[in-house]
């Protein structure tokens, strides 16, 4: 049986007293709901020591890391210092990361390797651009994302990694991916893995699905039997939603 996971990705919102408020509030929710789900937020850097001392119930993650592992790398975080607060896994290749920083897959693949090394569970984003999925070459560009991130991996290595997918396309428009085509690429994502390695790790991977997943529609998403959760943007920064996300696993 696969974890079933909902993680929140705040990206750069609340201040540090909003931050631990928002944080109190999903993890006095998430202990009153005795939940099986694992449920993770992934507040700002600067929040992330101050909110550790909070979660009883809730993983912390960080956004994102450096690819290097110390040194003159002026306003880089590095694995070290994500692991010294507490937390136990880091968002990396975020579509937002990819556009607005350039990061690439090579890129990527040194912060996975950095993230493993020092014992962080990363949750790798992969997902293609609009122009990608009406050009019908979405299975391709995941491939190639999969390959160049993560197929470095050993086995064992990437039996300890999330995986997310995230269409460009449907984060934080409203438009999120249908069930159908959800399962769809989660199942092939499955089926990479397993050519690359095999059936056993690819059954035991989680992959999240990512883009404006909400109260609304989650059940209908997480209702796919690749489908093992979410990483919720937008609908993750109100406590009362975020728990319906949660809920809405059965
Ligand atoms: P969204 O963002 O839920 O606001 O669409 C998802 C994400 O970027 O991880």
């Known amino acids: ?32 709901a005795r939940t099986e789900v694992n449920v ?3 507040p700002p850097f600067t929040h992330l020591a101050e909110i550790n001392k909070i979660l009883t119930v809730v993983g912390l993650s ?13 306003g880089e975080v590095s694995v070290e210092m994500i692991k010294s607060t507490g937390a ?15 990061e690439t897959d090579n ?18 984003c992969i997902g293609e651009v609009l ?4 050009a ?4 391709e560009v995941v491939t190639n994302q999969l390959a160049d991130g993560i197929f470095q991996l050993t086995p064992v290595q990437l039996s300890g990694v999330i995986i997310a997918y995230e269409p460009v396309w449907a984060i934080g428009t409203g438009v999120n991916a249908t069930p159908f085509q959800a399962q769809e690429m989660h199942s092939f ?36 039997p690749d489908v093992d959760g979410g990483l919720i943007g937008g609908a993750s920064l109100k406590a009362d939603e975020f728990l319906q996300i949660v809920k809405a696993f059965k």
């Open 131 to 134: 122009t990608e999925r009406e």
């Open 189 to 224: 994502i499955r089926k990479e893995i397993s050519k690359k390695y095999h059936d056993a790790i690819a059954s035991e991977i989680p992959v999240l699905y990512g883009g404006s997943c909400k109260g609304s529609n989650a059940a209908e998403l997480f209702a796919n």
């Open 62 to 74: 960080a956004q994102n890391c450096a690819s290097e592992i110390k040194g003159a790398y002026t």
């Open 136 to 139: 019908g070459r979405h299975f």
């Open 40 to 42: 993770i937020i992934a």
């Open 107 to 124: 890129i990527l693949a040194k912060k996975i390797n950095l993230a493993l090394e020092h014992n962080l569970i990363p949750i790798y």
């Open 88 to 102: 136990k896994y880091v968002i990396i290749g975020h579509s937002e990361r990819r556009t607005y920083y350039g």
């Open 1 to 32: 049986m696969r974890k079933k996971i909902v993680a929140g990705n705040w990206k750069m919102n609340t201040n540090l007293t909003e931050g631990i408020e928002l944080a109190k509030a999903v993890n006095k929710m998430i202990e009153e």
